[in-house]
């Protein structure tokens, strides 16, 4: 009775957690990357809501930061519209070039090396994390300056509960996500739209009298502070507005989830985005200097506009105040980017073992679990550490982001100059580059030196602590990797005289499941160790593996039928050793995102041909046991022993030495 209430209780815990998270998909589906992939409008919607959203706070920042000499706001304007479409472009190379995604991480390794990449990727990683925690708690912000003051001090639970809604709806996966939160989009879209066109238009009258007070105003600084004077003050401006540019490189880091032809979706994904924040940042400077905006305390120059313009309105007062709102709900949708590209910058560095192998693992919804509830989890810690503060944040967000741009500039920059002889147009790319690179390394220069006592000394800590995190975790690895390159070695040539004709299965006979990965020493070494433990025991050696998907072969239907095949020629070289030793012996394989779940049904279907079989895996053990060991190595062998023997299936965990 006690066993039944226990699965009973097991099934409504599981039922649940379906419900919360939704149903595994279909592996087998042939239209799966079709269903989960999205389309450029999609995509614009899930990556280029982290772009459009900075238009809240970053022309406000450029435009502050002239003083008196708002006269500059036209150039200012056009010079953020072209940087956008210039970095836009930048990148577009990059998705041509880098197709399955990693952007910057991805650029910078294979161009610049591991040591660059490494940086590039740590930057990533706690922007990502930035770009989360600034824009919940923008968005709570703009929500709470509509709520009495003595609800204020409820702001940063209130964005803590938004951000575990937002894990919850990213591991059910970034299509679902994304529908939720599209109607906010586009009435950001639709109002601010009318607000800027409305803001020109109403307001032609002012063209020439601008004209002339930029003339007069130039005049006036180019007599008094000179020409060098204007420059330095208009860059100042322009590279302190930095933050208008973030999150344009997200297109080309979640290429993953682009509808084939990816390459297509992803460079026309990126054509909205420019073109949306462009239009949008570009216009925000224009209506500044028509309208004449004057700071206000306790608003947001947009909301100052805002109020202007729409003043004279008939209910323009909650035209306003819908325009303004949907600006802070814009900051919530920008989690997004935070949400579905931190996790896959991190999964690309644990296939390259920068960060734990199993933050590459995906979960049965195929959305990379451990990645969104690290991230979701660090942005809250993030949040309650700075009480929510969003100018606390801005900095460390912005210097990060420009620390990549300029890597991936750079990385670009050695392609084209690399590939001079093969494409004829070599240099015009290449010249955009530089462009690019120039631009982005002047905004992060000036922005540390600006703002380095004002919170980018964090950044800089931070990011520098993750980076020395990374290389530990790497070193750790490689001292494994050298371990079992020594087995591989040592048991892979082995030579193994035949023993004739291999004899036929008996399902009657006691028979080993040995649980395999790949074809190597590790796996010959828990053979060899079964037959020398239990000689003469065992008449069968049945070869069990799970074809494992995680991020680096989750990118299309080639990739996963290339893991198959990999898989099964693996199995086929063990069964072809056992031949040669005399057993009798046959392979099982499953396509999962979950090995531990997959192996155990596997071995319990193998069990049931063979009533008289015993489970065998291998373990990696170290002379001393650390507490990170369990972080960095998955202990799969334990959890599946636990597994089967609640199941009555003998399993046996088969040692293996590594030294490191």
Request: charged share 15%; glycine share 8%; proline share 3%.
């Amino acid at each position: 009775m006690g066993n039944q209430a226990s699965q009973e209780s097991v099934s409504l815990l599981q039922k649940i957690i379906r419900a919360i998270i939704g149903a595994p998909k279909h592996l087998k589906d042939p239209q799966l990357f079709h269903k989960m992939s999205l389309i450029p409008v999609l995509a614009w919607i899930g990556l280029g809501a982290d772009g459009l959203s900075s238009s809240a706070y970053g022309p406000e920042e450029a435009f502050k930061a002239l003083g008196q000499h708002t006269y500059l706001a036209v150039f200012l304007g056009l010079a953020t519209a072209l940087t956008v479409f210039i970095i836009s472009y930048a990148y577009s190379r990059i998705i041509e070039h880098f197709p399955h995604g990693g952007g910057g991480y991805i650029v910078a390794t294979h161009m610049l090396g591991e040591k660059a990449g490494v940086v590039s990727g740590s930057a990533l990683l706690v922007d990502y994390i930035l770009t989360i925690t600034v824009s919940v708690a923008a968005c709570v912000d703009a929500l709470f300056s509509y709520i009495p003051q003595e609800l204020h001090p409820y702001k940063v639970p209130v964005a803590c509960l938004l951000l575990v809604l937002l894990i919850v709806l990213n591991i059910r996966g970034v299509k679902e996500s994304i529908a939720v939160l599209a109607p906010i989009f586009i009435i950001f879209i639709v109002t601010h739209l009318l607000m800027l066109l409305y803001g020109i238009f109403a307001h032609t009258d002012r063209f020439a009298p601008l004209a002339n007070e930029v003339h007069n105003n130039f005049g006036h600084d180019l007599s008094t502070i000179g020409g060098f004077g204007i420059l330095m003050l208009f860059l100042r401006a322009y590279s302190l507005g930095g933050g208008t540019y973030t999150g344009i490189e997200a297109v080309s880091n979640g290429m993953q989830i682009m509808r084939e032809p990816r390459v297509q979706s992803g460079k026309r994904t990126m054509i909205y985005l420019a073109t949306s924040l462009a239009f949008t940042a570009g216009l925000l400077f224009l209506c500044y200097s028509l309208v004449g905006v004057k700071p206000v305390e306790g608003k947001t120059l947009n909301a100052v506009l805002a109020d202007g313009l729409f003043a004279s309105w008939p209910m323009g007062h909650w035209l306003a105040f819908i325009t303004i709102f949907s600006e802070g709900a814009l900051l919530l949708v920008a989690v997004q980017t935070g949400f579905v590209d931190g996790p896959r910058v991190m999964a690309n560095m644990a296939v390259d073992s920068w960060f734990p192998h199993r933050f590459a693992s995906l979960s049965v919804r195929l959305t990379m679990r451990n990645g969104i509830v690290l991230m979701g989890v660090s942005a809250i810690l993030l949040l309650i550490y700075t009480k929510g503060s969003v100018s606390a944040m801005i900095v460390m967000y912005s210097i990060n982001v420009f620390l990549t741009f300029s890597l991936s500039q750079l990385g670009m920059s050695k392609f084209f100059i690399q590939r001079r002889k093969d494409d004829p147009q070599w240099l015009r790319h290449l010249s955009v580059h530089l462009v690019g690179l120039v631009l982005c390394a002047t905004i992060l220069i000036i922005t540390v030196i600006e703002k380095f006592a004002e919170g980018g000394w964090l950044t800089v800590l931070i990011t520098s602590l993750v980076i020395g995190l990374c290389y530990l975790i790497k070193g750790h690895y490689l001292r494994v990797r050298q371990g079992m390159k020594d087995l591989d070695e040592t048991l892979l040539d082995v030579p193994v005289s035949s023993h004739g004709e291999p004899p036929a299965i008996d399902h009657s006979a006691p028979t080993a499941i040995q649980l395999v990965s790949g074809y190597s020493g590790f796996g010959v070494h828990t053979l060899f160790s079964i037959l020398t433990t239990f000689p003469k025991t065992y008449k069968n050696v049945i070869f069990v593996s799970v074809a494992l998907i995680d991020s680096g072969s989750f990118k299309g239907a080639e990739e996963i039928e290339a893991l198959e095949i990999s898989v099964k020629t693996s199995l086929e070289k063990y069964v072809a050793m056992a031949h040669k030793l005399g057993f009798a012996a046959d392979y099982r394989t499953a396509l999962a995102t979950d090995v531990v779940e997959s192996a155990v049904d596997l071995c319990k279907q193998v069990s049931e041909e063979f009533p008289r079989s015993t489970v065998f895996t291998g373990q990696i053990t170290f002379r001393l046991e650390k507490y990170y060991h369990r972080l960095l190595h998955n202990e799969t062998a334990f959890a599946i022993q636990r597994r089967l023997q609640w199941d009555g299936l003998t399993t046996v965990i088969m040692p293996i030495r590594v030294r490191t």
